[in-house]
């Protein structure tokens, strides 16, 4: 089966600061991982996805997320962090043949001013 | 393009009540998802639907939670009747099939239903 593991439930940065969302996933065939976003009573919309071409992929609003298979990892980077980045992320893993995803516990980002 | 269409979008019921969700999805998209959302949690698949077939619902609560797709194109998801641990997110996605299935196909998410149960 497969999981994601996403370390830290609250990062805070200030603004212009680099941003590093954590995310860990578990699984026993090659799998596609995906970064969502959700802002305050909206529903998901997807920041970027590895479906197996590049490594390094990158997304909307200037984030981009590196697929590293020996570290087991997809953390998701921006390198300048705006207040309109202020949300939660979530990442997700699914695999070929089976096309639900399967959620982290979400990392709240907050950016101070 | 319309994205998904969820009603409500909040409700508030007593427990023992019951009370059903409303998903209308992306206009040609074969799949749709109900998903719960507990409070600082990640969305969990109750139910998915390949046109109007269950593919999975081995997640669903099925002795007081259903879901139809009678048409291949709107759907609903009842809770007969609620429990306070029910209290969430309700979202609903639905994504475009690729012929063969393969997976990494984007999901698109509705703006959920928020349901109290009091």
């Known amino acids: 089966a497969q999981s994601v593991t996403q370390l830290g439930s609250h990062v805070s940065v200030s603004e212009g600061a680099l941003v590093l969302l954590r995310c860990n996933y578990s699984s026993s065939v090659p799998p596609y991982l995906f970064w969502y976003v959700q802002y305050p009573n909206q529903g998901l919309q997807l920041l970027l996805k590895y479906t197996s071409a590049a490594t390094l992929v990158k997304g909307i609003n200037g984030f981009e997320a590196e697929f590293k298979k020996s570290e087991t990892s997809f953390h998701l980077t921006k390198p300048s962090a705006h207040m309109s980045d202020a949300a939660e992320y979530f990442c997700a893993v699914s695999v070929q043949g089976a096309q639900k995803l399967v959620f982290g516990q979400g990392t709240r980002l907050t950016i101070n001013p | 393009e319309a994205g998904v269409a969820q009603s409500p979008r909040y409700k508030i019921i007593e427990k023992r009540q019951s009370v059903a969700f409303w998903c209308n999805p992306i206009s040609g998209h074969a799949t749709l998802y109900w998903y719960q959302q507990i409070l600082g949690q990640g969305p969990k698949l109750l139910i998915q639907?390949?046109?109007?077939?269950?593919?999975?619902d081995s997640q669903l609560p099925k002795d007081r939670f259903s879901a139809e797709r009678l048409k291949g194109v709107d759907s609903t998801l009842k809770i007969q009747p609620a429990k306070l641990e029910d209290s969430a997110v309700y979202l609903c996605?639905?994504?475009?099939?690729?012929?063969?299935?393969?997976?990494?196909?984007?999901?698109?998410f509705g703006p959920g239903t928020r349901l109290t149960v009091l």
């Open positions: 639907f390949q046109n109007n077939g269950v593919v999975d």
């Open positions: 996605a639905s994504s475009f099939l690729i012929a063969g299935g393969r997976s990494g196909n984007e999901q698109f």
